[in-house]
């Protein structure tokens, strides 16, 4: 009897512990789960983040190449000279050079509609031409309605290429309604997409398209579709039906000339983020860029996440067999009751650790993923607050110039410190839009070197001489005050010119903030390390504040400022630049006064 007491107790026992546990491992399955969903969710916030960021950023690379060929055209508009042919043929083909990366030709077409020059070519070669009417074509029939410049879509010229065809009208001076004929740009659809999909971050891994604002697409990752509407037969025939509704309603409002991201969910529910952002020259709505963004990260979490979830159901199965284990053995062999029910006792406590492990580690890489996301959020507010400073001295020049025509004025007086503000002021905005987008370039792991062999003694020269403009541009009375020393030296390098000017600029600019008395010398040193390879050793030292011990720690990282100006950006681009170049960055205090910052990379 005694026995059978024993037996139904430890069996209540059991059955306890069995309950316990099991219940603990369903709990933290739905709790791994939900972490997992909300990781899962982060990772694909954070795509189309980047997503949206891209996009913004090439939409203002399309509009930074496009732009020089506009200005060109609307130059050569009102500089064209039909009594002198030849010498305005020399002002296109020079044009044609600066812009021979994206154009493929500058054509100037006579009122008629006749080509009177073609950028490049000689004479013989446009006579032949000559017999060509072209006044039925777009680029030439809407200027001469609209007098106004005019950006085609995608357009497939004689050679069956597509083309894109910006011109602007020649006006007669004294007669504005005087039409004389046209200037027209062509670019070659393939070589402008190539650009754009080249400029795309490696990490958004996406392809780029650009469509007009009437649904003519004007590239894609598939040529064939180029010149097609939107919703034509070619186009739709392509796109799987089962997300045709919404992906055309999709490109439905992307056609309103509003930015926005979209995701849609493909066969086998793959997830795709499609960004897209309007177009603007000259304030007119014209193009829509996309881009679209798989969710491969995201993709990768979830099978991370089906992995977690499918050992936790394992786990409560193996639980569920190894309880029934232990009863069978507790009704076989009830003296071994109570050695059996502590060695599965530990086998559930081992499981459990196991789960509360993982769960740990969804914890820490969720937590990782918001802080990401709050380095981001910062970035772009401090970026903000940096872009007001210099756009109010803009604004209000601009306001105080306004209201000075209220009066029924034609013409206003404007002093050298307004001009000398505004520039000062729009110059700084430029720097600051070059510092976001090397830090997002930074950020995402694009930073490309262009290298090339040159002489490091020029690059120093010329960053001298442009920070002795930039302080007699600020505060002439500084220059009185500070003397920078070189003693020049013929070095050789294999780098990227662009970035090491920059970085020498970056250097020289903090010594001049910081020293309002005193002087600035700048030394190159060569030497080779004990694998006998050659480097060089550069360094900028002044004689002003000094580095401020609580910055010291943290100097070459993002926003490490404490002064009135500036985001802290620069030492951070200039870090990242050097490490590229396989090269170190390092700064010190001087003995005296001052500081010394120092940056050494490789001769070849």
Known sequence: MLSIILSRNNVFLLILVIGVGVSL????????????????EIASSDIRSNA???????SKTLLHIIDPVSTNLEILSKIVNYSNIDETKIIIDAVQNSTKSLTEGY??????GRIVSISNVNSSIVKSYSNIDLSNREYFVIPKETHASYYSSAIESIDKIPRLYISFPILDNSDADNFKGVIVASIKIHELGRFLQSELAPQVAGNVGLMDKNGVIIYGSNP???????????FQSLVPEEIRGPYNSLLARSLKGFAGAEDLILMGGNKTTITYQPVFIGGKYLWTLFVSSPHQLAAEVGVLINNQKNFSTLM?????????GIAFLILSWNKRLESAVNARTIELRDANNSLINYNKLLESANEKLSIHDRMQKEFINIAAHELRTPIMPILGDAIFLEKQFEDGKTEVKVDREQVSSIIRNAKRLRRLASDILDITKIESQSLKLNKERFNLNDIIISCISDIKAQIISSDPDQLENISIDYVQKDVFIFADKNRITQVIFNLLSNSVKFTEKGSIS?????????HGNNYVTTSIRDTGHGIDPEIIPRLFTKFASKSFEGTGLGLFISKSIIIAHGGKIWAENNVDSGATFYFRIPQE
Do not use: F, R
């Not at 949206?52 to 090439?58: A, K, N, S």
């Not at 064939?224 to 070619?234: A, D, N, T």
């Not at 409560?316 to 029934?324: C, F």
């Open 107 to 112: 054509y100037w077409i006579d009122e008629n």
């Open 522 to 530: 700048i030394s190159v040193e060569l030497g080779n390390d004990i």
């Open 316 to 324: 409560i199965l193996i639980i569920g067999a190894v309880a029934l």
């Open 52 to 58: 949206i960021i891209e996009t913004d950023g090439l």
């Open 224 to 234: 064939s579709l180029i010149g097609k509407y939107y919703l034509g037969e070619e």
């Open 25 to 40: 491992s369903i709990l933290s399955y739905h709790y791994s789960g939900l972490t997992a969903d909300q990781i899962s």
